[in-house]
């Protein structure tokens, strides 16, 4: 095998390269007003993350057979983010129903992923599991009931490692009536200590405007559906230096829509040769 830094189009296959991880986030809005959020199954308010400082993650659920001994609902939550040295950290967290579970360390300072390890008999979380700081239980992820992960389009590169971007795609839902424009941009904060929600420098690097196509009005039908997918010219990525943030965000031109959409990032390592072909 040969390291990705080798391969000049990034082309990623499973087993067919080193030192390379590929992860894919999405998220559903039910609603986004004409100030950019990152799209997340949270509003864009209550979002958060940990910061720079360093604090510890919790977990709970809506629901009690979410728990380690109930043979039901989900059990074990994983979570993989990043330390206060920006450096890639993983955990588990062992559910216990309506129960805040504290996990042990305070080393965090961004969550990138959590999604539902161990499951029972029903095979997918039965309640709303959130995953919060536990400093202030603020939000920073939630798995909706028969879900397996949180909804957060956004991605912390760790240090020493480079991100690769390709496009993204996007969505406006429609409703009964029509309700104007979505607007979508791909955005970097490129500042290493950025970190909590609303204070980052956002900078766009790709934005479209798409229709809300609702079938039900005949004027609207003829412009078809409302999915789409930007890729960037010559299929060429955007890079995404080490501890930079990149966001797929969207916004309405005027009256509140619900989006959908998400991207894939190809995640560097640092050249030491070592062996991931995880996706």
Not at 88 to 108: Q, Y
Not at 203 to 227: L, N
Request: net charge negative; hydrophobic share 40%; glycine share 10%.
């Amino acid at each position: 095998m040969t390291d990705i830094a080798n391969i000049q189009s990034l082309a990623v296959a499973a087993d067919a390269v080193t030192n390379v991880e590929v992860h894919t986030v999405n998220a559903d809005n039910a609603s986004v007003s004409t100030a950019y959020e990152v799209l997340s199954n949270l509003d864009d308010a209550s979002l958060t993350q940990l910061g720079t400082a360093g604090d510890g993650i919790e977990g709970v659920s809506t629901d009690n057979t979410d728990d380690k001994s109930s043979g039901q609902g989900g059990k074990v939550l994983t979570v993989k983010g990043l330390d206060t040295s920006f450096n890639k950290k993983e955990s588990t967290i062992t559910l216990n129903g309506t129960t805040v579970v504290e996990h042990a360390d305070t080393d965090w300072t961004w969550v990138n992923e959590a999604y539902v390890s161990g499951v029972g008999t029903l095979l997918n979380a039965t309640g709303a599991i959130s995953i919060t700081n536990d400093a202030s239980a603020n939000a920073i992820g939630t798995i909706d009931a028969g879900q397996y992960k949180i909804q957060n389009c956004w991605w912390k590169v760790p240090a020493g490692h480079t991100g690769y971007v390709y496009g993204f795609w996007y969505y406006v839902l429609p409703v009964a009536a029509p309700v104007g424009q979505g607007v979508f941009a791909l955005q970097m904060a490129r500042h290493g200590l950025q970190g909590v929600a609303s204070a980052e420098v956002w900078e766009t690097i790709a934005e479209v405007v798409i229709d809300e196509a609702d079938t039900g009005v005949a004027v609207d039908a003829a412009r078809g559906t409302s999915h789409h997918v930007f890729s960037f010219p010559g299929n060429q990525p955007v890079v995404i230096p080490a501890k930079a943030i990149v966001r797929l965000a969207a916004k309405a031109t005027s009256t509140a829509v619900a989006v959908s959409g998400g991207f894939n990032i190809t995640i560097q390592g640092s050249g030491s040769g070592t062996t991931i072909t995880q996706s």
